[in-house]
């Protein structure tokens, strides 16, 4: 039998060194310690799980490949929101016109693949090894949470990409991806999504089960982290009243941010309405391979100067003139002569200005890449609970919880009156408007099964190579599996082109 690429991807956190690869364990992206070394503590333990803390916000093979947050830019481009001015410098334009993940040679598609394994490669070697470690029971229970919780977040990423979508109504019996739950070296055949998502479930609900409000930072994964995930995954699945009660819980003790932290770049968990993200410090930046390189205002990469990332202009003109969040994006930035000063005080004459482009993402500096990156806000959570209300038919509570998040926005905002699909409509909108950016529309389409639609928008033809339409549920909302994956892997099926 051939040996798997899972030697590299699925146990691809492991360093490899002269010993065998399977003794070793990541601890940071730069260093590895022996698997016996690591586990002597919960205090060597917990390096381990620094080690998948960090694995969210470092560079892989290029610097488009930035992480977790090279993936929420892969996911953004890919829906009508996000606007490319130009082709740039050809950073993910591939992506947007539709044919990077349709590409089984794609380094990128070989890239997130490979990097949801190392994830969750790493979270099985803590997992299989905590119990023995010495410690506290309340330590132990707390690494062993989160590393369920990255194991459950992965594999859920992962369904989301490489397989056909969650139908609520069907048996979900189509091809999902390989489950991985213990250390492996060689990797068996796709699990169906619907047993995909039920080990998903498993591994959260016990993340909660172990987990409590406390943490390190707001780059580890504490139960509300948890529960939002889960909130997340109740939503894909359609199973409403959970979606909701699990979002309200996550936000618990977590603020909406003011108007003035509004505009402060959403880049800093220090942000109130921060449940999850990753804080970057300055001796840990990645330059161009950073999140902020492609999608801040300020930033003086070639990327940003020659393509500013915009919004598309039709949801810009369903923005309310009286909510705060219209003035993250500039239609008038092409004109000197009515164009936000705030555009020109924070970027450097070479820069090009394109209108629409936005504000909401600002770097620490013209040369400076470093920001913290968001996973998880509040307001998701409050959209979260709105809009599965709504599909729940429970149009008062989700107005209510509407009203909530958006008359902190817009304080002109009336509670909606809309109904049934109406108010599910008005929610998506403002979720639309407030998660721009953030790594969510891909996902949202493809779990709602609607088509992309870029017509009548500020999309620039020549730039997603006239990529305007995919109709709902096509065979191209599959990622390719990776060639490397399927000459290694004798039990691996490609997608259906």
């Not at 909108?429 to 998660?435: S, T």
């Amino acid at each position: 039998m051939k040996k798997n690429i899972s030697k590299i991807v699925i146990v691809g956190s492991l360093l490899f060194t002269t010993s065998c690869a399977e003794d070793y364990l990541d601890t940071t992206p730069t260093d590895a310690v022996g698997v016996e070394e690591a586990f002597e503590s919960t205090q060597n333990a917990m390096a381990a799980l620094n080690g998948i803390h960090r694995m969210l916000h470092i560079r892989f093979d290029s610097q488009g490949q930035a992480a977790e947050s090279g993936v929420m830019i892969m996911r953004e481009v890919m829906g009508e929101d996000v606007v490319f001015t130009t082709t740039g410098n050809g950073w993910y334009v591939s992506t947007a016109r539709w044919l990077n993940h349709l590409n089984e040679n794609s380094g990128d598609v070989r890239f997130v693949w490979r990097y949801y394994y190392k994830v969750i490669g790493n979270a099985n070697m803590i997992i299989a090894n905590i119990d023995d470690a010495e410690g506290t029971q309340e330590e132990r229970d707390e690494i062993k949470g989160q590393a369920l919780a990255y194991r459950a977040w992965a594999h859920f990423n992962l369904v989301q990409m490489f397989a056909g979508r969650y139908d609520a109504a069907g048996a979900n019996s189509q091809m999902g991806v390989p489950i991985v739950i213990e250390p492996i070296t060689e990797g068996g055949s796709r699990n169906t999504v619907e047993e995909v998502y039920t080990q998903i479930n498993t591994d959260i609900n016990a993340a909660i089960e172990l987990l409590d409000e406390a943490r390190n930072a707001t780059s580890h994964i504490n139960i509300n982290v948890a529960k939002g995930i889960k909130a997340r995954i109740a939503l894909t699945q359609g199973n409403y009243s959970l979606a909701a009660e699990m979002a309200s819980e996550a936000r618990e003790g977590f603020q909406l941010m003011s108007e003035s932290q509004l505009y402060q770049g959403f880049n800093s968990v220090e942000n109130p309405e921060w449940i999850w993200g990753s804080r970057q410090v300055d001796d840990q930046g990645t330059f161009f391979a950073s999140f902020f390189a492609y999608m801040s205002l300020n930033f003086s990469s070639t990327n940003i100067r020659g393509n500013p990332k915009a919004i598309n202009s039709k949801l810009y003109d369903m923005i309310s003139d009286s909510d705060y969040r219209k003035g993250l994006w500039d239609p008038n930035a092409s004109d000197p002569e009515l164009r936000d000063p705030f555009i020109d005080e924070m970027t450097l004459s070479s820069f090009s200005k394109y209108d629409y482009m936005n504000r909401k993402f600002l770097a620490q500096a013209n040369a400076s890449s470093v920001g913290d990156v968001p996973y998880m806000r509040a307001a998701e959570m409050y959209l979260i609970e709105a809009e599965a209300l709504a599909r729940r038919g429970d149009d008062s509570e989700a107005a209510d919880i509407l009203f909530d998040l958006v008359s902190k926005r817009d304080p002109e905002y009336v509670k909606s009156t809309n109904t049934g699909e109406a108010l599910i409509e008005e929610i998506m909108i403002q979720r639309r408007i407030e998660l721009w950016g953030e790594g969510f529309r891909f996902y949202d389409l493809k779990r709602l099964n609607l088509p992309l639609d870029r017509t009548g928008t500020n999309q620039v033809e020549s730039v997603i190579n006239g990529k305007f339409t995919e109709p709902a549920g096509t065979n191209n909302w599959q990622w390719r599996i990776p060639i490397d994956e399927l000459n290694a892997n004798d039990n691996m099926i490609q997608n259906p082109s």
